[in-house]
């Protein structure tokens, strides 16, 4: 059964702090996603990795990075904080693709929300 | 611009009832499709992979129409726990592992 974690479910944090946001799974899984939920606007891709160390921007970088040391862990890093900031985040992770079009089922952790006061 | 999307909805049904979802993209080299499954405050959960054609799981049926670039999900004898928002996912297609998701379409299943 496929396990992701996210280190906190509800995080409240003031503007200007650095806020990092973890994200762990267990199926030996190669590609790890970042993702924000607002409402009105769905899923959008922050970033994501497909092996450790490797990092690609998806469709909303700007204010955020990330860090892949273990292919286990993914983690978003928010450098300073915005009230724009305020959201769901939610991490995903899937099997590589191997090529020929498809894309494979990404299975996502329990989500963070958090609030930047 | 890659989108996928959906009527939001609300679609208010009775239990019992039969209710189909229907979803359109415009990536042509997309080949996978998913349905996911969004309860309240909830992460996404799938619901049904569709690579071909389509694909049955009990209740649920979902269809792929490529030359019309459409997607749809029935689901028949609607339950209470139905109730939640299904969202129409897309692959960008080529070597990239990225999906598209759609905003989602809101089912409330009435007793």
């Known amino acids: 059964d496929v396990k992701v974690t996210q280190s906190s479910r509800y995080l409240v944090k003031r503007t200007g702090e650095k806020v990092f946001l973890e994200c762990v799974q267990d199926m030996d899984h190669e590609n790890m996603f970042w993702y924000r939920q607002d409402p009105g606007l769905g899923l959008r891709l922050i970033y994501f990795?497909?092996?450790?160390?490797?990092?690609e921007k998806g469709d909303i970088p700007e204010g955020y990075s990330v860090s892949r040391e273990k292919k286990e862990r993914f983690s978003l890093i928010l450098e300073s904080a915005s009230t724009n900031q305020t959201s769901m985040y939610l991490c995903?992770?899937?099997?590589?693709?191997f090529g020929g079009g498809r894309q494979e089922t990404q299975y996502f952790g329990p989500g963070t929300r958090l609030l930047v006061l | 611009r890659k989108e996928v999307e959906q009527d939001p909805g609300p679609f208010n049904v009775p239990e019992g009832a039969t209710v189909a979802f229907n979803c359109t993209y415009s990536n042509s080299a997309s080949q996978s499709f998913f349905w996911y499954r969004q309860d309240c405050r909830k992460e996404p959960k799938l619901l049904m992979s569709?690579?071909?054609s389509g694909n049955e799981d009990g209740r649920f049926t979902a269809q792929l129409n490529r030359a019309s670039q459409y997607i749809s999900l029935l689901i028949r004898d609607s339950k209470l726990s139905d109730s939640a928002t299904y969202l129409c996912v897309g692959g960008y297609g080529g070597a990239t592992n990225k999906l598209i998701f759609g905003t989602g379409t809101l089912l409330a299943v009435q007793p």
């Open positions: 569709v690579y071909s």
């Open positions: 990795s497909y092996d450790v160390k490797m990092k």
């Open positions: 995903a992770s899937s099997f590589l693709t």
